[in-house]
């Protein structure tokens, strides 16, 4: 409902002392207002959750993509998906999973010849900054993020099984942030007989999600880099907006 119309007051016939008491009054139920008006222009998804409880997590973007049945050996990609969850105001976590055709077990999982592998693109260039590889370590999964310039773990994240056929990845975005990224499966055992070794050679069963490109990401799904300089930005609007109402209450305007 629009309020009603006033004529502005003239301020300047009120003593200066009486003018300063009001104005400090009036400050920080003014501050709180243009906080609020700002944050909600300039990211209306985390100014609504600001409202929320610590455990109201809910789920601000998912992205879902298909594979054909078209690799041999029990890593045949059939569906990879993606999942931002804002905890609160400020922090995300972001989670991949990728499930296959046929069930597999964690010991499958070895690390270099039988293994999932995420390619994160991190600035959004060309090419990937980070890989993510999912182990088994004596029956426990773990994810390990690691340089794609260096090959050095930079870090561990949790990794957990939804199902016999899928893994799933979660972790804070400053870690699992990405512009876009790719799922990857290899699959090579002796003794297999279409992903073991023919005529002497190792033949290595690989399958690929998207088969060419990227799985481009949202906004809320990019590194806190990016959403640092949002967070400056906006910063600087809130103390620019009550400077000016600073300047137009002392002219006897109101906002």
């Known amino acids: 409902m629009r309020s009603p119309h006033r004529t502005p007051r003239r301020l300047n016939r009120l003593p200066v002392r009486r003018?300063?008491?009001?104005?400090?009054?009036?400050?920080?139920?003014?501050?709180?207002?243009?906080?609020?008006?700002?944050?909600?222009?300039?990211?209306?998804?985390?100014?609504?959750a600001a409202t929320t409880g610590p455990d109201d997590r809910r789920p601000v973007i998912t992205g879902v993509a298909t594979d054909p049945d078209d690799v041999n050996g029990p890593l045949d990609i059939q569906r990879v998906r993606d999942r931002v969850v804002q905890v609160d105001r400020t922090h995300y976590l972001v989670s991949y999973r990728v499930r296959s055709y046929t069930p597999f077990a964690n010991a499958t999982l070895d690390g270099t010849s039988r293994n999932f592998d995420l390619e994160l693109d991190r600035?959004?260039?060309?090419?990937?900054?980070?890989?993510?590889?999912?182990?088994?370590?004596?029956?426990?999964?773990?994810?390990?993020?690691?340089?794609?310039?260096?090959?050095?773990?930079?870090?561990t994240v949790s990794a957990s099984r939804p199902n016999d056929r899928a893994l799933e990845i979660t972790g804070p975005r400053r870690l699992l942030g990405a512009h876009s990224y790719f799922w990857a499966s290899n699959y090579h055992a002796d003794g297999s007989a279409l992903c073991g070794t023919q005529d002497g050679v190792p033949i290595t069963c690989q399958d690929s999600v998207p088969d060419d490109g990227w799985l481009r990401l949202d906004r809320p799904a990019w590194p806190d880099t990016d959403d640092r300089q949002a967070e400056w930005s906006r910063t600087g609007s809130e103390a620019r907006l009550e400077r000016i109402a600073l300047l137009l209450e002392s002219r006897g305007l109101y906002i």
């Open 123 to 155: 600035d959004g260039e060309a090419g990937s900054e980070r890989t993510v590889m999912v182990l088994d370590d004596a029956g426990v999964l773990t994810a390990q993020i690691i340089s794609t310039a260096t090959r050095q773990v930079l870090a």
């Open 19 to 48: 003018l300063a008491r009001r104005l400090a009054t009036r400050s920080a139920a003014r501050t709180a207002a243009l906080v609020a008006l700002s944050a909600t222009l300039a990211t209306p998804a985390v100014a609504s």
